[in-house]
């Protein structure tokens, strides 16, 4: 198995400026996480998705950022405008429908940083 | 409030052995994880615990005890490569709709001197 998949692993961009960042889960796994990770804050929770549809998006900063699934094998997390303290290492997680446990599987990560 | 404590760093001697922590205050449990991170790369699953207890892989074992909202991680012939961040992360339970957060400690970063 491939693994979760992120693309780009790095991207500087200047403020202002759109930032989409793209995600592969594992093939058959129903949820899909979006993590962004700071030395301050640790790793926090963006939005999840199960089977494509959105379930909790309460940690996404504001309305500049946004994510969609359209289907099982893709999402995107958009920043826009993007600013400064958006700098961070943005990961991607799958977990499948499981009964017994949430395991959670992650990708590489993106490392952004916004001048 | 959910809240979980790890200490933020540590230090060990390769060959040793050292335990991290991790006190958690949840609302509510379904198990705890521990994750592993090297410096610029992504988390790792290492265990995942439910029931009270200890539970063994290789040089690595984790505790739970549930009525005292507390697990360790116990790492065995320290070697220099278990020098990395480990993370520990509490489930919710289920019955919480279609709940599949993890609530996540800051990590303890981990350093193995020779």
């Known amino acids: 198995d491939a693994g979760v998949i992120q693309s780009p692993r790095h991207e500087v961009t200047e403020m202002g400026q759109e930032v989409t960042l793209r995600c592969k889960p594992i093939s058959g796994h129903d949820y899909l996480f979006w993590y962004r990770q700071t030395m301050m804050r640790g790793l926090e929770l963006l939005i999840y998705f199960n089977n494509n549809v959105p379930i909790d998006d309460s940690g996404m900063p504001e309305d500049r950022f946004s994510a969609k699934m359209p289907n099982a094998s893709f999402s995107t997390l958009k920043i826009q405008p993007s600013e400064p303290r958006d700098s961070a290492v943005y990961f991607c997680?799958?977990?499948?429908?499981?009964?017994?446990?949430?395991?959670?599987?992650f990708g590489p990560g993106t490392r952004l940083t916004v001048l | 409030g959910q809240n979980i404590d790890q200490p933020t760093e540590m230090t060990a001697t390769e060959g040793a052995i050292v335990q991290i922590n991790c006190t958690y205050q949840t609302s509510g449990f379904n198990g705890l994880f521990w994750y592993q991170q090297h410096a610029g790369e992504a988390p790792t699953f290492l265990s995942y615990?439910?029931l009270d207890g200890l539970e063994e892989k290789g040089r690595f074992s984790s505790f739970l005890s549930r009525s005292k909202g507390y697990s360790y991680l116990l790492l065995k012939e320290l070697q220099m490569k278990d020098s990395a961040s480990y993370l520990c992360?509490?489930?919710?339970?289920?019955?919480?709709?279609?709940?599949?957060?993890?609530?996540w400690g800051l990590g303890t970063s981990l350093a193995v001197n020779p």
């Open positions: 997680a799958s977990s499948p429908l499981d009964e017994f446990t949430d395991t959670q599987y």
């Open positions: 992360a509490v489930s919710e339970p289920r019955w919480a709709g279609n709940n599949r957060k993890l609530i």
């Open positions: 615990n439910v």
